[in-house]
């Protein structure tokens, strides 16, 4: 019995033996699933520290920056502007445009209060008639006058009649043509003051002077109008315009660089409103005098081509041009810093930041415009395009992008 118990104490060592291979299987299956995640990771570059990289942008540019000889910033201004007013002072009754209307040379475009004006015009035509009227009855009278004279001066001549028949004929003569010329010189003073109420009552309708865009309505019905604008809540404009056709940009040029500039130089100007277009200027006037306080020139550069787009007060960025700029030059085009690319084998490449990895893309290049080179295919604007160290970079290297100090 007791033997028997010592037996179950026993160490069963055939089972021990057995278990010892299942645990180094185990072990060498978890060391070879660690190799193969480092073997993975490492071929990710997961486990490579992370090159720090300069970008820059592939951006768009035009052909003309590469011969821009002077770049100067200033504001699109109309070198025809005017207040329009009135020439008397009444209430304004009507008006009969708004911000941006256009309007025509002589275009009634307001009118003012006016019954006293076409008052003294009436009184002043009816003057004139009356006038008239009183001419004709002082010919009939010299007609009458000069047929009695002569018969008088016949008869006195035949002694038929005495001398002083004669001589009251001619008196009577001599007053019918004094009044006919008094009838036409009152007439003329009439039609004087006729043209003056004329003027008077056509002051009343405000005109435009030349032809052009309405840029402010500065007083509205009801606003009592006054040349002068002295008055309480007086306007002196009615509105403001400005002949489009007259718009220059007004650009300040340091006098350092006024050399490179000419009359009738090409120009290219952009406008801040309309990014993405260029107009075509020339070089129309150095104004000569200088701003001592900046150290600058004014120079006025006019479109040559007219667009609606374009207003008063604009700002704008004018480029002094070394030449015109050809008809295959006017579009814009993408560029890279030459810097970026690489050539292998015959091909160019460059590397673009996509995330935290480096891709090597194929590119197609074009000619060099000014410090950049054109590409016609592989990449697009906007795109960030890896700069330096080139050298410590493969395609899918991860990256970091340095901070810009």
């Given at each position: 019995m007791a033997d028997r118990d010592l037996n179950r104490l026993k160490i069963d060592k055939t089972a021990a033996a057995a278990g010892k291979p299942w645990h180094k299987r185990q072990l060498t299956r978890i060391v070879a699933v660690i190799a193969l995640v480092v073997a993975i990771l490492a071929a990710t570059g997961v486990l490579t520290p992370r090159v720090e990289v300069e970008v820059a942008s592939v951006s768009r540019i035009y052909p003309s920056q590469a011969f821009t000889l002077l770049n100067a910033s200033g504001y699109v201004v109309a070198q025809r502007k005017a207040a329009v007013a009135s020439k008397t002072t009444a209430q304004l009754v009507w008006l009969g445009v708004e911000e941006g209307s256009r309007v025509q040379q002589g275009q009634v475009i307001a009118r003012l209060e006016n019954r006293d004006a076409a008052a003294v015009r009436g009184q002043a035509a009816a003057n004139l008639n009356n006038a008239r009227a009183v001419l004709e009855q002082a010919k009939a009278e010299l007609r009458d006058a000069t047929l009695s004279f002569e018969r008088q001066k016949e008869l006195l001549a035949q002694g038929v009649v005495a001398k002083a028949d004669y001589d009251a004929a001619e008196a009577r003569y001599k007053r019918a043509k004094a009044g006919v010329a008094a009838a036409e010189a009152n007439i003329v003073s009439l039609r004087s003051a006729l043209l003056g109420a004329e003027a008077q009552l056509d002051y009343t309708l405000i005109r435009a002077p030349f032809n052009a865009v309405v840029l402010t309505k500065d007083a509205d019905v009801g606003d009592i109008v006054t040349p002068l604008g002295a008055a309480a809540n007086?306007?002196?404009?009615?509105?403001?315009?400005?002949?489009?056709?007259?718009?220059?940009?007004?650009?300040?040029?340091?006098?350092?660089?006024?050399?490179?500039?000419?009359?009738?130089?090409?120009?290219?100007?952009?406008?801040?409103?309309?990014?993405?277009?260029?107009?075509?200027?020339?070089?129309?006037?150095?104004?000569?005098?200088?701003?001592?306080?900046?150290?600058?020139?004014?120079?006025?550069?006019?479109?040559?081509?007219?667009?609606?787009?374009?207003?008063?007060?604009?700002?704008?960025?004018?480029?002094?041009?070394?030449?015109?700029?050809?008809?295959g030059e006017q579009q814009p085009v993408t560029a890279v810093n030459p810097q970026a690319v690489l050539e292998k084998e015959g091909a160019k490449f460059v590397f673009v930041a996509r995330g935290e990895k480096a891709v090597k893309t194929r590119v197609t290049t074009g000619p060099r415009i000014g410090d950049m080179i054109q590409v016609t295919s592989g990449v697009k604007v906007g795109d960030k395009i890896i700069l330096k160290p080139l050298d410590k970079l493969r395609d899918g290297a991860r990256i970091k992008i340095a901070e810009k100090q």
């Open positions: 007086a306007k002196a404009a009615v509105v403001t315009i400005a002949d489009m056709d007259s718009l220059q940009v007004e650009a300040d040029v340091s006098e350092s660089n006024l050399e490179k500039i000419k009359m009738g130089q090409p120009c290219e100007i952009t406008l801040d409103a309309l990014p993405d277009l260029r107009f075509r200027g020339v070089t129309h006037t150095i104004v000569p005098t200088a701003d001592r306080s900046k150290a600058t020139v004014m120079v006025k550069v006019r479109f040559v081509d007219q667009d609606r787009r374009i207003l008063p007060e604009m700002s704008a960025k004018v480029a002094f041009l070394e030449r015109p700029v050809k008809p």
